[in-house]
């Protein structure tokens, strides 16, 4: 006989009152397909054309680099490196996976590609798969909202990201989303081990052109030591008409 049908009434009550209440609270939380939605559709933009710096920093110097980049989706971009002098007039191509970058010092354009592509960007804590992967996070990730907590005065939902293709940059990821706005405020990425990573935090949230985007964020490679890589966006325009020249060989000459 069930045991559950044997208990007195009022034991059943709590019994149905407790399942009600933890059934209740779950349902409180967003899927995390809607979640990812919600950042997608802040975070992507079918163009963006925008000026940042990226401060690198490590144990003893800091240096700081200005670039312009151009986007198309997930599958164009073309960067240019304005200052300082030493990189002035290094520029990058990407086309699908495919990345190309030419030295203005040697006046040559080399393909990187295979696990190159993890190599760090000009000494920072970004790989060249991190500058490259702009792809939507529903087209990477299946997600699950786990619980909420708090960044910087702000309730976020906790989202574990668990990889849906074979080529993804991180098997895992755990995001704290903005429960409100729905940007990233925080970012642990993982290898298939387990093993922590990256680390990327999110500040200085606008409203830019309908959506809410960080302005600023911390790349820190969890497997050095240093600071991290600060990037902080000095101007950015969204689904702005751009050029197919900025998406040819020929312009990284």
Known sequence: MNKLTNLPFRGKGVLFLLFLSITSFSQ???????????????????TRILTASMEVGTERTKRTMVSKTYGEG??????????????KGTKM????????????????????SGHMLRQSVMGSDMSYEDMMNDKPLLEQYKAEVTSTETIDGRKCWVVTLTAIIPDASYYTRKMWVDAERYVPLKADMFAKSGKLLKRITFTNVQKVEGRWFPM???YKDMLKEGPGTKMTIQEIKLDTPISASYFNLGKLK
């Open 28 to 46: 409180n939380y967003p899927s995390g397909k809607t979640v990812l939605d919600k950042v997608d559709n802040n975070m992507s933009a079918k």
């Open 74 to 87: 997930d599958h164009k971009g073309y960067t240019e490196y304005l200052a300082p002098a030493r990189e």
């Open 93 to 112: 191509l990407k086309l699908e996976n495919q990345l190309w970058i030419y030295s203005p010092s040697t006046d040559r354009t080399i393909q990187i």
């Open 216 to 218: 600023a964020m911390v």
